[in-house]
C-alpha cells in the first residue's frame, strides 16, 4: 500500500505540469483537445502501414487481406450483435487448463488464468505493450476460429465517451452494446473494485458499483477471482459487476491525454511509461493513472477492477485493443526508429532483473502460440499478424 500512496501522490503532484514536444507535428491545442489532432496522427500511421505492406507484401499480410479495426461505435448494429455472440460462445467453449480445474469453466475463462499467470511480468515491463498485443490478437482469432466471427475487430476510443461513459453505445444496455453499468450501491453497499488495480479507494467512486441490470452480460457469472482470495483460481460464481466513471475517464482517458501520450514520446521507453503512468519517468508523472489505468477505472466494478483478473471483463478486450491502437500509431509515426524495446522483465523492476530483448520468447500455450518479441513488432507482418487500425 505504501507503494500505492507514493504512486498516488507522484501522480497528483505532476498533474499540473504542461508541456508538448511535438516534434514533426504542429497541432494547435483546439485540435488535440477536440481529437481532430488524434484523427490526424492515425490516418498517416495507417497510411504509413499501409504503404509499408505495399511495397514489401509478406505471404501472410497483404494489401488484400489485411483486416481493419474499427471504433466500437462505428460497426453496424448486426456486426456488434454478433461480436458480443461470439464472446458470448467463448464463454460456453472448453477451458483448456488440464491441470486447473476447479474455478474456470470456459475458454474464455481460460484468457484470465493466462492474464492472472504472467501479470508480475507483463505490466510495467518490457513485456507489457507486445504482450497485450499478441493476447488481444489471440482472443480476436479465437472468436473467429472457435465462434465463427467474420467481422471487424472493435477498439473502444474512451476519450469519446469522456462526457457519460454510461451513455457509451458500449454500455447503453442495448442489445448492440456491451451490457449496462452496475446497479447504483449506496456508500455503505460492499462492491466496486475488489483490490485489484492500485488506488482503490482512493479514487472517487463511480455511478453503479452493483451486478450489471440491462442488456447483454446481465446473466454472465464470473467464475472466479478476486486476486485477494486465499485461493484466486477457486470457484466462487458471482455476477458482473460494474462502476462506470466518467470523471476517471475525462481526467485521464481523454481524447487530449490520448494525443499527447503520443505525440510527447520520442522513445518507447518513454511512451509505455506515459501510457501506464510510471513515476520512475518524470515525464509521466503528469498524466497520473495515464490512459492505461484511466480506462479500466472507467470501468471498473468486479472483475474489470481486479488488476489480475480484468480480462473477465468482457470489455477489457476493446479497452486493450485501443491501448494497442496508440502503439499502433506511435509506431507507424516513425517505423524505422520505433522496431525496439525497453525495461526489465519484472513489474516495476522489483525484484531487480535483466532488460527485456526482443529475442525472447513469449510462450502463451495452452491459450495461444510462442513467439520471439521481434515477430510481434510489426501488425502487418504476417508472423503472425495482419491488420491496421482506422
Given at each position: ?31 488535440i ?15 504509413n ?65 493466462l ?16 504482450f ?5 490478437w ?79 452480460f ?25 462502476d ?23 522513445d ?9 503512468g ?23 466494478g ?16 476493446q ?47 495452452p ?24
Amino acid at each position: 500500500m505504501g507503494l500505492v500512496k507514493k504512486l498516488l501522490s507522484l501522480a497528483l503532484l505532476g498533474s499540473s505540469l504542461r508541456g508538448l514536444a511535438l516534434g514533426q507535428f504542429d497541432f494547435p491545442q483546439e485540435d488535440i483537445d477536440s481529437g481532430k489532432a488524434l484523427q490526424s496522427i492515425s490516418a498517416t500511421a495507417k497510411a504509413n502501414a499501409l504503404a509499408r505492406l505495399e511495397t514489401a507484401p509478406t505471404e501472410g499480410c497483404t494489401k488484400e487481406n489485411v483486416r481493419v479495426r474499427k471504433e466500437w461505435r462505428t460497426l453496424p448494429g448486426p456486426e456488434r450483435t454478433a461480436y458480443r455472440k461470439a464472446v458470448e460462445c467463448l464463454m460456453n467453449a472448453p477451458q483448456v487448463y488440464e491441470n486447473v480445474t476447479d474455478g474456470p469453466r470456459s475458454l474464455f475463462d481460460s484468457f484470465g488464468v493466462l492474464h492472472y499467470y504472467l501479470t508480475p511480468a507483463v505490466h510495467n515491463s518490457a513485456y507489457f505493450l507486445l504482450f497485450h498485443r499478441l493476447y488481444v490478437w489471440t482472443f480476436e482469432e479465437k472468436l473467429r476460429t472457435e465462434c465463427g466471427y467474420t467481422g471487424a475487430f472493435p477498439y473502444w476510443e474512451w476519450g469519446l465517451d469522456a462526457g457519460s461513459v454510461e451513455n457509451s453505445p458500449l454500455f447503453d444496455g442495448s442489445e448492440t452494446s456491451m451490457g449496462s453499468n452496475g446497479a447504483k450501491l449506496n456508500a455503505s453497499d460492499p462492491g466496486g473494485s475488489p483490490g485489484g488495480f492500485p488506488g482503490g479507494g482512493f479514487f472517487p467512486g463511480g455511478s453503479g458499483g452493483g451486478c450489471v441490470t440491462t442488456g447483454p452480460f446481465t446473466n454472465y457469472t464470473v467464475n472466479f477471482g478476486p486476486n485477494t482470495a486465499r485461493n484466486p483460481l477457486a470457484y466462487n460464481p458471482r455476477c458482473l459487476k460494474r462502476d462506470l466513471n466518467t470523471q476517471i475517464c475525462a481526467q485521464w482517458a481523454s481524447l487530449k491525454n490520448t494525443t499527447e501520450t503520443i505525440l510527447e514520446a520520442p522513445d518507447i521507453a518513454l511512451f509505455q511509461a506515459n501510457l501506464q503512468g510510471d513515476f520512475r519517468w518524470p515525464e509521466a508523472r503528469k498524466w497520473g493513472f495515464a490512459v492505461h489505468g484511466g480506462g479500466h477505472f472507467a470501468i471498473a466494478g468486479d472483475p474489470g477492477g481486479d488488476f489480475y483478473f480484468s480480462p473477465l471483463e468482457p470489455v477489457f478486450y476493446q479497452h486493450h485493443g485501443q491501448i494497442d491502437r496508440m502503439y499502433f500509431i506511435w509506431q507507424n509515426l516513425d517505423w524505422e526508429q520505433r522496431q525496439t524495446m525497453a525495461g526489465t522483465i519484472t513489474m516495476m523492476n522489483m525484484p531487480a532483473s535483466r532488460n527485456g530483448t526482443l529475442e525472447d520468447v513469449l510462450d502463451i500455450q495452452p491459450v495461444g502460440g510462442t513467439h520471439t518479441y521481434r515477430e510481434l513488432l510489426d501488425t502487418v507482418g504476417g508472423s503472425p499478424f495482419c491488420f491496421v487500425y482506422e
